[in-house]
């Protein structure tokens, strides 16, 4: 469990280096999730062609997805609610010459989209900030915002401990509790997710500190990727958009 309220997350201040909540002295320096590339699991659902037509990349944080996945072809929107974060995702995808429509919007209301239709949506990393009142909204505004069969996919922390406990994980009745009305729950299945973080720098913040951000870490367990990035789990959720009523 994460040792405070999910709405005190500063974002904007997490992608300055800056405690990620107010009132804490902890920070990694970055954002724990900027590895400067794609997640992994997206680009295996690139690979076997999860992504079709108009796509949302809804919380695209710094655009890493967003720009991996318009660079295969693919017409993206990503949304996100940090103004630091957008204007850094903005940066990036032009310094790599791919063409991304960026919004700035709540995902819970997703209002800013006004009429449009997306046919496919990528969540990598969203769904375990929002409480469960909002994660409710969210599905609603996705369902909203999307075409009829639109298919969903999404990424969020597990509960699950392999060496690396993530806060705000969620379980897997949680997803069909609060996407379930919206959304045709077709797979949940573990998956990985690379943080920015090694074993290292989570040693030197401490056990106390990361027990505030709400992190468990067992160095002896802990996944780690070539670069000595840790690895976490996480869900991984396919669903179809179910008919509207």
């Known amino acids: 469990m994460s040792a ?3 709405r005190d997350v500063d974002f904007d201040a997490a992608y300055q280096g800056k405690p990620i909540f107010e009132g804490s002295a902890v920070s990694f320096g970055l954002a724990p999730w900027d590895i400067g590339a794609p997640q992994p699991a997206v680009v295996e659902l690139e690979r076997d062609g999860a992504f079709r037509g108009e796509v949302l990349d ?7 997805n967003a720009a991996f996945l318009a660079a295969q072809g693919h017409r993206v929107t990503g949304v996100d609610g940090s103004q630091t ?3 850094e995702a903005a940066r990036r995808a032009a310094e790599r010459g791919v063409e991304v429509t960026f919004v700035r919007s709540d995902a819970t209301a997703l209002t800013e989209l006004g009429d449009r239709r997306f046919d496919t949506v990528l969540d990598s990393a969203l769904y375990h900030c929002l409480d469960d009142e909002q994660r409710q909204r969210y599905a609603a505004a996705l369902h909203r915002v999307t ?3 639109a298919r969903l996919h999404l990424l969020c922390f597990a509960d699950i401990d392999e060496g690396l406990r993530f806060p705000m994980s969620v379980s897997k009745e949680n997803l069909h509790t609060n996407l379930g009305t919206h959304w045709e729950i077709e797979e949940i299945r573990q998956a990985s997710y690379t943080t920015a973080i090694t074993v290292e720098v989570f040693a030197q913040l401490g056990e106390q500190a990361l027990a505030e951000l709400g992190f468990g870490l067992d160095a002896d367990r802990v996944r ?8 976490g789990p996480v869900w991984q959720l396919r669903a179809r958009r179910r008919p509207a009523e």
């Open 85 to 87: 974060g957008l204007a």
């Open 4 to 6: 405070f309220s999910l």
């Open 147 to 149: 075409s009829p069969d």
């Open 224 to 231: 780690r990727d070539e670069q000595g990035r840790v690895i």
């Open 58 to 64: 809804v919380g695209c944080g710094l655009g890493e």
